[in-house]
């Protein structure tokens, strides 16, 4: 399953919005305001959205300026969750997040519409910083 987020321009640096993105911490300020928890250390974070199961991410890859990976901490679901990066201008910037994970027709078909409405959700953070 592929979700592709829209391309929003972002009011900060390409440099600057991969400094908060390469953060684990940083993403309490792309999540919505409706999670019920919220950890990170410099490996990844976890957070938990009121009626959905806890997700782990851990850091995946990073490539200056351009692109942060994470992946599901959790071996029973494979996933990797990216924020890739243009620069527009000295002041701006371009981002977009990008879902793909592996699951069964079944599984896919009950996630679907929430996971594109979390990518939204978490677009929206982005373009507000």
Do not use: H, R
């Amino acid at each position: 399953m592929n979700i592709t987020g829209d391309k929003v321009v972002v009011n900060k640096p390409a440099s600057e919005l991969y400094e908060k993105a390469s953060n684990p911490a940083g993403y309490k300020d792309f999540l919505p305001p409706n999670i019920s928890k919220f950890e990170a250390d410099d490996n990844g974070f976890s957070f938990a959205i009121e009626g959905m199961p806890e997700i782990e991410l851990k850091i995946k890859e990073k490539t200056l300026d351009s692109k942060v990976v994470f992946t599901s901490a959790k071996d029973s679901i494979q996933f990797d969750l990216s924020l890739l990066i243009d620069k527009v201008s000295e002041t701006s910037s371009q981002a977009q997040i990008i879902f793909d994970g592996q699951f069964n027709p079944f599984i896919s078909m009950m996630i679907e519409k929430p996971l594109k409405n979390f990518v939204k959700t978490l677009t929206q953070g982005i373009a507000q910083l």
